[in-house]
């Protein structure tokens, strides 16, 4: 006797159903990950960090690379402590630290006006498309850096040039996302739109914005990358008094652990405007899944 035979028929059927369901998942191949996928993330980036540092510490103990080109990690580290002091007591590394700061999100909040503007203009219209995009092409195809003594001749040494060289830095790569996701919306959703007499700006407003987000998203990550390098690269050419023109000046003399340690603080500059991005994607834009294979940004 069948072992369902004491259930209602409706149960039976389901019971048989599930059964085969678990057959057919027997059946199915599933590739095995390999061991080196399945080290939890924190442990996998400790092990890195610990490698690198041991590699470093044996190149520089052995006398493999040159104190004054690759300081050890001790040097570096005692340096590293000691502009966390100046930062925190607040003397002048402080003061460099703000200079460096408002020049980035300055810079940033210029290149994301201007380039969300272009964006629009070109993804909606033909001029935008056909006469002005060709231009912002062959701009960004050349050295923005060549640019950085027009910018300190026309803006003088200050911080004005510093920002403009940033802004224009990261200009592009919002220009090329916003009006990549103004193109994101399908003919058959503009079509649906029109058919209900939206007008142009409502269609933009309601439907292609929304769609364009998650790619202006990734577009400003790219831009507060290079916001930073833009910004560092101003006060090294430029003068000035921010955490750039002080690794200048530490170069200059030689002293690879300052220039060491002030780079690490300004790596977490860039990783606080980056993770700021991150958190305003997830809150306003938490409808798409950037995290996940195939999602933008």
Do not use: C
């Not at 409706?10 to 059964?19: D, G, L, T």
């Not at 080196?36 to 980036?45: G, K």
Request: charged share 15%; net charge neutral.
């Amino acid at each position: 006797m069948s072992e369902y035979s004491e259930l209602s028929p409706a149960a039976h059927r389901a019971a048989q159903q599930a059964e085969a369901n678990e057959a057919a998942i027997d059946t199915v191949w599933v590739e095995a990950e390999p061991l080196i996928d399945r080290i939890p993330r924190w442990l996998a980036m400790l092990g890195l960090f610990l490698a690198i540092l041991a590699i470093w510490y044996g190149s520089t103990a052995l006398g493999l690379v040159s104190p004054i080109i690759l300081p050890g990690p001790y040097e570096t580290w005692r340096d590293i402590l000691f502009v966390g002091s100046n930062l925190v007591s607040g003397d002048y590394m402080l003061e460099a630290f703000f200079t460096t700061g408002r020049t980035v999100i300055y810079a940033f909040l210029i290149a994301l006006s201007i380039g969300f503007s272009l964006g629009v203009l070109v993804g909606e219209t033909k001029f935008g498309e056909r006469a002005v995009m060709p231009y912002l092409v062959a701009i960004d195809t050349m050295p923005k850096i060549a640019f950085a003594p027009l910018f300190i001749a026309w803006l003088g040494f200050g911080i004005q040039s510093k920002v403009a060289l940033a802004a224009f830095i990261a200009t592009f790569p919002i220009v090329v996302s916003t009006a990549a996701g103004l193109y994101a919306a399908s003919e058959s959703e503009r079509a649906l739109f029109k058919s209900m007499g939206a007008s142009r700006i409502q269609t933009l407003v309601a439907l292609k914005l929304p769609l364009a987000l998650p790619y202006l998203f990734a577009g400003l990550k790219i831009a507060a990358v290079g916001v930073m390098a833009g910004a560092i690269t101003g006060e090294f050419l430029g003068g000035g008094e921010g955490f750039g023109a002080l690794i200048r000046v530490s170069a200059s003399q030689m002293n690879t652990p300052r220039v060491f340690s002030l780079i690490i603080y300004l790596s977490f500059l860039g990783l606080f405007l980056y993770l700021f991005i991150v958190w305003v994607q997830r809150t306003f834009v938490f409808w798409n899944k950037a995290d996940t294979p195939g999602g933008v940004g």
